[in-house]
Structure formats: structure tokens, C-alpha cells
């Protein structure tokens, strides 16, 4: 029978986790350095850890040389030439190691404008409007960073930590601005675009009045007389005098 024996540990993480072969497990290694003891009573012990929050914590948070604290149960083996595993329950990050430095002599990318959309994003996320029921205690942790860098770049990563209702909040709104992106028409051609307050008047100034009117100026005082009754002549067509009856006409 296999012995499992409670225990907790504090050393350094040895290697990086990685995820195990089931989904939300972890396994990396630490290394065990009691007070005072030398190099070589240091032990290698393999860690696995099937809590979820224990294994993203592992995967996100923590990076070799990190010193924690793990609590667990250590798996003896059955037989001599077996090994130990230790069962980890819980973990705390100590002390964090600084941040590992990039080989030297390595062209670097310029990722500014993808750091920036990261960083709006989760401010974005975290300053999203919700509504949340009274007592209602965050269960969904989204992770954003990122991607295809060697080494950690753990400035650029966010965790934001929201409730089951603010994540069904989130989903629909989402929905919504894929429906409204899908019923919007095809832009095609050209449009003229929006005028600012300072391009008003210039508009008004390249307008050419007398091209517009076809040539007539009916507001000149010496031209009204002779404009009214030609205009509502093409207008009305011949009308009646006034003060003329049936018999006059």
C-alpha cells in the first residue's frame, strides 16, 4: 500500500511547470533546503497538483528560483526502486525571483503597440460596468498576455478575477458587438467624410451662390418688381385680376 504523508515544504521552484496530462494539472519541481543544511542534503522533489487554481497559479504566476511555500501529502513509492511525489494542495509565492534576463547579443522586437492593447484591454475588463449579486465572490480568473516570447514577461500580463454574473454579462455583450459588426452594410465607394466644427466654414466660402440659383438674384431691391410676377406667372400660369367677376374674364 502506497503511504501518504502530510507534510509542507519551503524551496525553490526548480523548473517551470508545465501543464500535466490532465486538464487543470500541473507538474514542476522544487527544491528543498532546510535551515543551515548544506548543498548537498538539498533535495529534488517532483511536484504534481490537480487544483485547478493551484495549477494556473503554477502555470501564470510562478517562474524558477521563486521561493514557496507548498503544502501537500508525500507519496512514498511501493517499491525500493520507485520514487516520491508530492501531492500539492495548496501554494504561496514567498519571494519573487527578478525577471530573467535575455541572452545577450538578441535582436528585440518593438511590441509597443501590442504591450498597449493588452494594457487597455484589461483595464477595459476591469473597469467593465456590472451588475453583481449581493455576496457573490469572483470564481473566474481571465489571463491575458502575451504570446511566442522566450523568457517571462510577466509586465504585459494581466489576471482579472470576475464573478459567474459579470462572466455571462461579458458573453452577451460580446454577442451583441458580433451582431451589430455583422448587421452593419459593406462599406464600398467613396463617402465623403465628416466635416469638423473648423471645416464648416470653408465649406460655405467655396459654395458659388450664383451657380446654385441659375443666374438669379431676386434680392436686389431694383430687380423684385419685375422677379415676383414672372416667378409666379411660371408658377400659377395665367391668373385672374382681382376684382374681376366671371363676366370679365
Not at 475588463?125 to 453583481?132: A, D, S
Not at 438669379?216 to 400660369?237: M, V
Request: hydrophobic share 35%; with cysteine.
Amino acid at each position: 500500500m502506497i503511504e501518504r504523508i502530510p507534510i509542507a515544504l519551503t524551496g525553490y521552484q526548480d523548473t517551470a511547470a508545465t501543464p500535466g496530462a490532465d486538464v487543470d494539472t500541473a507538474a514542476w519541481r522544487i527544491i528543498s533546503s532546510p535551515a543551515d543544511c548544506e548543498a548537498a542534503d538539498e533535495a529534488i522533489i517532483p511536484c504534481t497538483t490537480s487544483h485547478p487554481d493551484v495549477a494556473r497559479k503554477l502555470l501564470t504566476e510562478c517562474q524558477p528560483s521563486d521561493l514557496l511555500r507548498v503544502t501537500g501529502h508525500l507519496t512514498l513509492p511501493g517499491t525500493a526502486d520507485g520514487g516520491i511525489r508530492l501531492d500539492v494542495d495548496t501554494v504561496e509565492i514567498l519571494w519573487e525571483a527578478p525577471l530573467q534576463e535575455q541572452p545577450p547579443n538578441r535582436p528585440t522586437d518593438d511590441h509597443t503597440d501590442r504591450d498597449r492593447a493588452i494594457q487597455a484591454l484589461a483595464e477595459a475588463l476591469t473597469g467593465l460596468p456590472c451588475t453583481t449579486t449581493a455576496g457573490e465572490q469572483p470564481d473566474v480568473r481571465i489571463n491575458i498576455g502575451p504570446i511566442g516570447l522566450h523568457g517571462l514577461d510577466v509586465t504585459n500580463c494581466h489576471n482579472i478575477d470576475i464573478t459567474t454574473t459579470h462572466t455571462h454579462q461579458l458573453t452577451n455583450a460580446v454577442a451583441a458587438m458580433h451582431a451589430t459588426l455583422n448587421s452593419s452594410p459593406p462599406h464600398t465607394g467613396t463617402s465623403l467624410g465628416p466635416l469638423s466644427p473648423a471645416d464648416i466654414p470653408g465649406f460655405f466660402d467655396d459654395l458659388d451662390l450664383t451657380e446654385l440659383t441659375g443666374g438669379i438674384d431676386a434680392n436686389r431691391p431694383e430687380k423684385k418688381g419685375a422677379t415676383a410676377p414672372r416667378a409666379s406667372h411660371d408658377l400659377l400660369g395665367n391668373s385672374p385680376v382681382a376684382g374681376a367677376d366671371d363676366s370679365d374674364r
